[in-house]
């Protein structure tokens, strides 16, 4: 079984800085990539950032300049800098594992941008 932990949201003002992280635990074989998403009330979630084996990134345009994903490949461990934050990037952000068989998600962690 696989387990994803994520931390490091809160409550920040606008333009403020957040680091998220997301450790992966378990039986974990094969990563293709980790990433995040988001979920704001009333929206379906979305993409924010993902990250291969091999370091390649992707990003949603609204994040772009913004946002930085990385990753630790030897602890599992995924993070998300978020700088210049708006209040529209208050969500729940929600970490992703993708595996050549199946995909897991963390429980999600609370980002609230607002003053």
């Known amino acids: 079984q696989v387990q994803l932990v994520e931390s490091g949201g809160g409550l920040v003002q606008p333009g403020g800085s957040l680091r998220l992280s997301c450790a992966a635990s378990?039986?974990?074989?094969?990563?293709?990539?980790m990433g995040w998403y988001r979920q704001a009330p009333g929206k379906q979630r979305e993409l924010v950032a993902t990250?291969?084996?091999?370091?390649?990134?992707n990003y949603a345009d609204s994040v772009k300049g913004r946002f930085t994903i990385s990753r630790d490949n030897a602890k599992n461990t995924v993070f998300l800098q978020m700088n210049s934050l708006k209040p529209e990037d208050t969500a729940v952000y929600y970490c992703?594992?993708?595996?050549?068989?199946?995909?897991?998600w963390g429980q999600g962690t609370q980002v609230t941008v607002s003053s």
């Open positions: 992703k594992l993708s595996t050549s068989i199946r995909h897991y």
């Open positions: 378990g039986s974990i074989s094969s990563i293709y990539a």
């Open positions: 990250i291969t084996s091999n370091g390649g990134s």
